[in-house]
């Protein structure tokens, strides 16, 4: 089988806290991939380490065969990024910073043309592209994102809480654009923290919890380790993790 | 009244920024400096003022052309100081403080604003005021210290709401001017943040300072009919004992004052929270990925890409044009300061062109310098982009290398056309001139690329304070040893040197350390890249 990321034994601390536990992880080629995990579970830093924004302290990371460490130049042509927030040039507009990310990953006129102008369309940002992006939403920004990494058609997609701050419209599009784009062989790392949208989306799922790996399996299969198989996944998370006496403390808020 | 000193603090820290931590990063700082300034230039003053200037006619007309000059000079200098605050802030920044949903009023927010002013004019004000009480104790004018002193408070509290209802107005502006104004507006916005620092900076030049003030006393009185005027009015007239008029002035001024801290209550409440502006820049089309004329100098399609998206942000973003005005302020300060003498020797005339070349040297070593900072947190787009180390080292050089260059050159014709000077010199000027330029922008990317500064909130500043102090150093150095074997030939050594062989020296010493340079900036772009993403 062909795996499009593969985690090998990798830890990574900053300074006392240890974000991430000798994480062993194998993500199959075409794969929706979900990571779920409570704040501070590791998530953004899994994420991070794939694209190779942040090195790991031991352990190997491979995309599509390549070490991303050694051969980092090949891992980003083949990468498509949005982070938890989006990291934008407000100085420009919506089209010149599409434009000027196509340019950096080489694209032809005619493919990057036609390519932005679909994008703009499907995420109904036409009329709005002329316009800085210091003066766009949040949302707008998300979608400049989302866009932007998909301009150069990348084989593997890390999207940082995707679908944050977007319309419900514009999070169908997204959720059917990650399925359009796994039937073409895109394998796909999200994370979320609504369960809803992992149960729908992830074909597999993990959950981190304080830099480890609790379960890992389809929704069907985590419901099943967890002993609910009539639960939602939102009940199976709180379980697993071990923060499901929420009651508790409602209650004592409340009082 | 406690809101207002909490207010006043709250935003006088986040007008620090990222400052380091401990004693400077509170304001109280500037008021222990102000406390302690105070006195001591007083006593200082007191003490020397007749050993430096031995007329005592002259120490009278300078302590009154001085007491005259304090309550107009205190509205200008908060007037500055606010619009400089104003100036670094961004306007999403602003829009989101949490001043906007604090319960605080508008007269809580206008006085809190005002004194925020005050801790950051403090060390200035104490100064002045220190100065002008020595000279006073010395020239027995006493008393009328005591009625510039406080009519210079007001003054600077003047200046501070006079800010006040310009900063509501244009909030309430902006959004709807700079949809509808586009490329245009930007031009108008970059050329007022310039001229804004130029005149800022300017204005604590000695030179320009003792002219200007000469001018003002001598023709205030022509001038009655100007609101602002109306303290230095008053201390005029208690100079000539009319207190009927000092008394109408005074009472004004402070009539003056309270109209305008309730106009900007008013306005605060009226239009408070800015709105992040929107901007239209109408683009025809999606460019085609083209190298250019640059392509000539071997770059790339995405290095052009690069470029061409540094030179935006150096046009657009306002926090860049401190950087363009560096240059235009010291061609201003030259311009008003050094006479031009037609029938001076050549080489004064070339020397008279030194401080707006430096102007120029700094502008390319400051745009290197702020090169990686001022990608800020979306640094990461190229840390995730397919790009080499090089092309961003290539890239980020030439961005600081074109508009300087332009420059360089402009001011080379102007050298030419002027001073006239011989081919072997005009030779040897461009040269020295081109190889220091191109020694500062790799000595300031080199520097740059190890201490940049991503952060964006409260403030930019793009590269570290240890690296601007480091860069500074650094630059000196290899611009002087760049210059050294042409100023030698010129000013000491001309039997020993001659002017060919000075210019070769030039050049062999620019491509030593130009080249040292170049891989300090890699090998730093190098190790920026494996350290990874620290922010």
């Known amino acids: 089988m062909e795996y499009a990321v593969v985690f090998e034994s990798v830890s990574k601390s900053f300074e006392r806290i240890q974000a991430v536990r000798n994480l062993n992880l194998e993500i199959e080629c075409g794969f929706v991939y979900g990571l779920l995990g409570p704040n501070g579970s590791g998530k953004s830093t899994v994420m991070k380490m794939v694209t190779g924004l942040v090195k790991p302290d031991s352990g190997r990371i491979y995309v599509h065969g390549f070490d991303v460490q050694r051969d980092s130049m090949k891992v980003k042509k083949i990468l498509g990024y949005v982070p938890e927030t989006p990291r934008l040039y407000e100085f420009l507009t919506g089209l010149e910073y599409l434009d000027f990310i196509a340019d950096i990953h080489g694209l032809d006129a005619h493919i990057k043309k036609s390519r932005i102008e679909e994008f703009l369309e499907v995420f109904e940002l036409e009329g709005r592209e002329n316009e800085m992006i210091s003066g766009y939403s949040h949302g707008m920004k998300q979608k400049i994102a989302i866009i932007a990494a998909l301009l150069h058609k990348p084989k593997l997609l890390v999207l940082d809480e995707p679908l944050s701050g977007l319309d419900p419209k514009s999070a169908r599009i997204v959720k059917n654009l990650i399925h359009k784009m796994a039937d073409d062989g895109v394998t796909t790392i999200m994370s979320t923290h609504v369960l809803e949208i992992a149960d729908a989306v992830c074909d597999k799922i993990t959950i981190l919890y304080q830099g480890e790996k609790l379960a890992e399996g389809t929704s069907a299969e985590l419901r099943e380790k967890a002993q609910m198989p009539n639960s939602t996944l939102e009940e199976v998370f709180l379980k697993i993790t071990g923060t499901n006496s929420t009651k508790e403390i409602i209650e004592a808020l409340d009082s | ?535």
């Not at chain 2, 120490?59 to 104003?86: D, K, N």
């Not at chain 2, 029938?343 to 070349?357: D, N, R």
Request: aromatic residues 12%; proline residues 4%; positive net charge.
């Open chain 2, 1 to 535: 009244m406690a809101s207002i000193f909490a207010l006043s603090s709250i935003r006088a820290k986040r007008a620090k920024g990222n400052i380091p931590k401990g004693f400077a990063k509170s304001p109280i700082v500037n008021m222990i400096v102000s406390v302690i300034g105070f006195p001591l230039s007083a006593f200082l003053t007191y003490l020397f003022i007749a050993r430096i200037i031995k007329n005592e006619a002259l120490i009278r007309l300078t302590c009154t052309q001085l007491l005259i000059f304090i309550p107009s000079f205190t509205v200008f200098l908060s007037i500055m100081f606010s619009l400089m605050f104003e100036f670094s802030q961004s306007s999403s920044a602003a829009s989101t403080d949490m001043i906007n949903w604090l319960p605080i009023g508008a007269t809580e927010y206008v006085l809190g604003s005002a004194l925020c002013i005050m801790y950051f004019m403090s060390p200035i004000l104490s100064l002045i005021l220190g100065v002008s009480l020595g000279l006073a104790i010395h020239t027995s004018m006493t008393s009328i210290w005591i009625l510039a002193a406080t009519l210079g408070l007001l003054g600077a509290f003047l200046g501070a709401f006079v800010i006040e209802v310009v900063r509501a107005l244009i909030n309430r502006a902006s959004a709807s001017l700079y949809k509808r104004g586009g490329k245009s507006t930007m031009v108008i916005r970059l050329f007022t943040s310039i001229l804004l620092i130029a005149t800022f900076s300017i204005m604590f030049n000695i030179n320009v300072l003792q002219t200007f003030i000469q001018w003002f006393v001598g023709s205030i009185s022509n001038a009655w009919f100007l609101p602002m005027l109306w303290p230095s009015l008053a201390i005029m007239k208690f100079i000539q004992a009319d207190l009927a008029q000092t008394m109408i002035y005074t009472l004004l001024s402070v009539t003056f004052t309270l109209v305008f801290l309730w106009i900007s209550v008013r306005t605060i409440e009226k239009y408070w929270v800015p709105v992040p502006v929107s901007i239209n820049l109408p683009s025809p089309k999606i460019n085609a990925p083209k190298n250019g004329f640059l392509g000539i100098f071997g770059f790339t399609a995405t290095e052009t890409a690069l470029i061409q998206k540094d030179l935006r942000s150096l046009i657009r973003r306002k926090e860049m044009a401190s950087w363009i005005a560096i240059p235009a302020m010291m061609c201003i300060v030259t311009i008003i300061t050094i006479p031009w003498n037609p029938t001076a020797h050549t080489m004064y005339k070339i020397l008279f062109f030194m401080t707006p070349g430096f102007g120029i040297l700094l502008l390319a070593f400051f745009l290197a310098l702020v090169g990686i900072g001022q990608e800020g947190r979306a640094f990461v787009n190229l840390m995730i982009a397919p790009l080499g180390a090089k092309q961003i080292v290539k890239a980020k050089l030439a961005a600081a290398l074109l508009p300087s260059t332009c420059a360089l050159f402009a001011l080379i014709v102007f050298v030419q056309a002027l001073a006239q000077p011989g081919l072997e010199v005009m030779l040897a000027v461009t040269v020295a001139s081109f190889a220091a330029l191109l020694e500062a922008t790799l000595v300031g990317l080199s520097v740059g690329v190890r201490y940049p500064d991503f952060a964006e909130l409260p403030r930019v500043r793009f590269v570290s304070q240890q690296g601007a102090l480091y860069g500074m150093a650094l630059m000196g150095a290899a611009v002087a040893a760049v210059c050294l074997p042409i100023l030698a030939h010129l000013f000491f050594l001309s039997r020993l040197i001659s002017l060919p062989v000075a210019t070769a020296l030039t050049l062999a010493i620019a491509a030593v350390t130009c080249y040292l340079s170049y891989q300090t900036a890699m090998l730093g772009m190098q190790q920026l890249y494996r350290r990874g993403l620290r922010f």
